[in-house]
């Protein structure tokens, strides 16, 4: 349950980032540099969320391990070294890697149809795509908190369209 | 010097810990031939547990060297039992 928050955190931050770079980008109207734009960012945004795992996600597990060691009245162990350490090392180490992943696959949605499409055409696939991907996540989400499914999917698919219109207005001021 | 054939144990681990691994990780000792593990009170952060340990020659050092590796501490020995076979307390009129 835990690898799937990772994982669906991850889809949502790709797609939805990697769809405001190429958006972005396609001001250049030069598809390798939208595509190599969205392939950077995308990498980035994973490794940035792979790092924010190892170091914010590791601090608050310390932090947390402390609270328990000063309930151990009495005792002076070091939960460091323990296999409750190990345990949410792992678990911060799967999470890392499950959302950076995630993140890198999510990037790639905007990305498809500028390799397939010309590119007029694939800025509309584009929003399109994600906006579809962010709907089925959103979905998803509804399904596990229990909402209404097409509120939670058009509410989604809402913030890939407002994601689309910030990036797309940027045309205005540098064209 | 005789063999402890029966240890129960007052230990505090914290909320966090794998109570079921711990019991499994004592049972997977090779001087212990059954653990039995009562959670008998739940703090916010702390679980306090009674351990119920036999076998033919248990190592009372190894045994917390297991509690350490999940993160518990052995707050009191409540029974040893130890000797060529397990005698059971008996009840006095006194009792």
Sequence with gaps: MQLVRYITRGLIDGSLSTLGIVLGAAISGDVKVIIAAGLGGGMANAISNLLGALTAEKASVMINLAKYERAMVGSNIKLKDTKIYDRESKMIWMGGMADATATFFGSIVPIIPFGLLALDSAIIGSILITTALLSVLGMYIGRLSKENLAFAGIKMAAFGLVTAGLAMSLEFFFK | ?95
């Design chain 2, 1 to 95: 010097m005789a063999n402890i054939r029966r240890l129960v144990l007052d230990v505090v681990i914290p909320n966090m810990a794998d109570v079921v691994k711990l019991t499994q990780d004592l049972a997977n000792l090779a001087t212990v031939k059954g653990a039995n593990t009562m959670v008998s009170e739940i703090d916010k952060n702390v679980i306090s547990l009674k351990l119920v340990l036999e076998g033919a020659n248990l190592k009372l050092k190894e045994i917390e060297k297991v509690i350490h590796s999940h993160g518990g501490s052995v707050h009191s020995i409540d029974n040893v039992v130890a000797g060529k076979e397990i005698i059971e307390v008996v009840d006095t009129p006194q009792d």
